[in-house]
């Protein structure tokens, strides 16, 4: 088939079984397996032109990029252009509607979308295991931006193996995600850089040999919609990859002090029957859980609390697709 042009969608994802650290950092085999909830509402939009040009080129949000961000697209058109069995080098151009540094992670979405409007436009097939394995080497969590609604990232036994699948569709269970944007004034250590490090601590080696525990706990509240067991487990797996990152050489601290107050805050909340529940990526943002019906009085909660200078509510998202 004559190579050609197509636009993809990807949402972003939020981490209930938390990803940190590889077995190989090249490939991004993660040391273990991770569970995730898409975010609807919010994307990225993604077209791949393959063209006669003599190098690959990148837009996103209509400026030009070139250096690490530019290479990290080449690598997956690589991928693409070896499987396809073609030479053109091709023009990206991508969009996200939700603004950088909002506590959300974009790689996810981007690589997804990337992954999907890139093989789309290489004239391949490609199943939906096979384009997590694709996104997942763009940016490990964007394996989980490839399926539906609640997601797992399998660690796979080796590089085809490790891909995720969706464990419920997103209408399953109405919750939301209210991300309280703290104001960082540190900047932060890119997740690439976290991983590579993560073993350095002394701590990621019990985090590690008790992720099939967390992992089946928040499985089963997800399909059992139990809310009190889902905010315990992904508070907890979120304390304990903060314990990694404070313990890795050289130290990673996210969290500001707003951030340790909202982790209050909610707690006491849920004490007095607010069913929310907290969790935290690499930075210092807190994305709030709570059931769907309760969205508007949460917000309303987090932006009381002082050094929260914004709030995104997000539901249940779908997953990546041609458009
Ligand atoms: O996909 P990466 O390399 O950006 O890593 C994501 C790491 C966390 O967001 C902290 C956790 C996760 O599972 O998404």
Known sequence: MKPS??????????????????RDNALRLPVNGSISMNLDGLFTRTTVSFNSAKTDSLTINSTPVTGKGLERVSYILDIVRKMADINERAEVTSENNFPAGAGIASSAAAFAALAVAASKAAGLNLSEPELSVLARRGSGSASRSIPAGFVEWQMGKDEADSYAFSIAPAAHWNLADCVAIVNASHKKTGSTEGHAIAGTSPL????????????EICRNAILNKDFEAFA??????????????????????YWQAATLEIFHQVREWRASGLPVGYTVDAGANVHVLCLGEYKAEVEKRLREIPGVSNVLVAGVGGAAKVV
């Open 5 to 22: 042009s197509a636009t993809a969608q990807a949402n972003p994802n939020i981490a209930f079984i938390k990803y940190w650290g590889n």
């Open 204 to 215: 990621q080696e019990a985090r590690v040999a008790d992720a099939p525990r967390r992992i």
């Open 232 to 253: 315990n487990i992904i508070e907890h797996d979120s304390d304990m990859m903060h314990s990694v990152m404070m313990t890795s050489k050289p130290p990673l601290m």
